[in-house]
């Protein structure tokens, strides 16, 4: 017993003593409720809405109080004119616009009956579909209040309206969402391993002494998978147009662009990893624990951003699979051109030049 007690300790020992296998034992597992405490919610929260108020009567200031002081709904502005709800469901800025007509509380009053305009963005159709049920009921209560106090109920009903995605089909979420999950994820998984791979089948030396710099190494690495990565983005396209219906709106060519940016991007980031990784199993492992959690909950695809708290948000803009999502709806569903996307691409190629930078930095001419 006293045998088996010490070879007890001597585990404890080493566990103690390796930082990563204790990073794995309660690190992960503290992440990973946090997060999914956080962002695993089917609550929405935060949605930033305009209004187009044309009554400005008692009534609709009454419904516009009434939204504004719920935690779903975050009132950004005020529009003029239901002309510019267009522009503003096209900068990305807004989820949802409320109308008003001219003559709201006139209409209650001597025919009973009024009409609100609801317009949402059904490129996210779980998004869309909650934000105007949370709508519906805000508006249901305030009538069950108004009618209380009268003899004939007055009703209010509701003309929504579902931009891009009027069937609110899956698809046009879920393939944008696939296209940059999967697409990140095959390209640092599997450039991270590439040098490593040099290292541990002990081919590195014959590079360090070649007469390449170690920018064309590590440039040599990504090439082809850059080209895989590619191929494999023109299979999902084709299948989604063929198979699920999905018309790519906007450019084709621009779409080809970004998207050969974003790969870029993560090939960078798989560099990363590789030049500061030991074997391949680390870096596989740093790749799929470091990867796929935050591209799956901060990237905007399955959960909203804008639920989380704001630490989430803010660490949610290192994430490369955020950007390009927005990117991919608004190019594919919402048909948009270079100039509304211009700020996520700037962000993706600052991205690349900092992660190649330190790949560079990283890469050692002299093996330990």
């Known amino acids: 017993m006293k ?51 044309n009554a400005k009567d008692l009534a609709s200031q009454q419904i516009i109080t009434k939204l504004a002081s719920t935690t779903y709904f975050k009132i950004s502005r005020e529009l003029m004119n239901a002309s510019q709800i267009d522009a503003a469901f096209k900068s990305g800025d807004i989820k ?116 390449f710099k170690p920018l064309y190494v590590i440039l040599a690495k990504a090439v082809p998978y850059l080209v895989l990565s590619l191929i494999n983005l023109t299979v999902i396209l084709l299948l989604s147009y063929f198979a699920l219906g999905l018309p790519i709106k906007g ?18 980031l798989g560099l990363l990893v590789s030049t500061g990784a030991k074997s391949q199993y680390g870096a596989m492992t740093l790749s799929l624990v470091g990867m796929m959690l935050p591209t799956m909950m901060l990237s905007g695809y399955i959960f909203p951003i804008e639920n989380m708290p704001l630490v989430l948000r803010i660490l949610s803009n290192v994430v490369p699979a955020k950007w390009f999502y927005i990117i991919v709806k608004d190019v594919m569903l919402k048909g948009l051109g270079f100039s509304y996307i211009w700020k996520e691409t700037l962000i993706l190629f600052g991205m690349t030049v900092f992660f190649l930078t330190l790949s560079l930095r990283n890469f050692k001419t002299r093996l330990e």
Not at 133 to 144: K, P, T
Not at 251 to 268: F, M, N, Q, R
């Open 3 to 53: 045998q088996f007690l010490s070879f007890i300790s001597k585990e404890f020992s080493h566990v103690f003593r390796d930082r990563k296998t204790l990073l794995m034992l309660f690190g992960v597992p503290v992440v990973q409720i946090v997060l999914f405490g956080f962002a695993l919610t089917n609550e929405i929260k935060n949605s930033n809405i305009v209004i187009v108020d």
């Open 96 to 211: 949802l616009a409320i109308v008003f007509p001219a003559n709201f509380y006139t209409d209650l009053l001597h025919t009973n009956k009024a009409q609100i305009q609801i317009i949402a963005d059904a490129s996210d159709p779980n998004t869309a579909t909650t934000l105007t049920n949370y709508v519906n009921g805000i508006i249901a209560d305030y009538q069950s209040q108004m009618n209380a106090t009268i003899d004939v109920p007055e009703q209010i009903n509701l003309d929504v309206r579902m931009l891009y995605n009027p069937d609110l089909k899956g698809a046009p979420n879920f393939v944008p969402g696939v296209i940059a999950m999967v697409m990140l994820l095959i390209c640092v998984m599997m450039t991270s391993i590439s040098i490593v791979r040099e290292k541990e089948l002990g081919t590195m030396e014959v590079l360090l002494v070649s007469p």
């Open 251 to 268: 450019s084709l060519l621009l779409l080809y662009a970004v998207s050969t940016l974003y790969i870029i991007t993560s090939l960078a």
